[in-house]
């Protein structure tokens, strides 16, 4: 495999919690039902969940030379963990379209937070 391309993201979690109590839209803007069920399951840690997976899906944009809101959006990329704890990304609609358009045959990412920030990191990879 080759890789198509590589992306990362530093988010502070402070701000995605403002905009998720400050604008009731926002999560179903940005995150899949799966995220929001898996985010509220961690608690206390809940914003910083959030803030890892906005990082990873604008990691995983990057890592497919684009921005969000042309040929990927951000409730059509998915970030959950694997049965191992890992994270793991899915993507649908026309995002996935762009994807397969490009070839790409698997997203790689990791994610890593504290309580202020968290980064990301995606490598997507081609035949």
Request: neutral net charge; charged residues 25%.
């Amino acid at each position: 495999m080759d890789i198509f391309g590589i992306g990362t993201d530093l988010i502070e979690v402070e701000r995605i919690k403002n905009a998720i109590e400050s604008h009731p839209r926002f999560l179903k803007k940005i995150y899949t039902e799966k995220e929001i069920e898996f985010c509220e399951s961690k608690k206390a840690n809940r914003f910083q969940s959030y803030a890892s997976r906005f990082a990873g899906k604008e990691a995983i944009a990057k890592s497919l030379h684009q921005g969000l809101g042309k040929f990927l959006f951000f409730n059509e990329i998915e970030i959950l963990d694997n049965e191992y704890g890992y994270p793991q990304a899915m993507l649908f609609g026309s995002s996935y379209f762009y994807y397969l358009s490009n070839s790409i045959t698997d997203i790689k990412i990791t994610l890593s937070s504290t309580r202020i920030f968290c980064a990301a990191y995606a490598v997507s990879l081609v035949k």
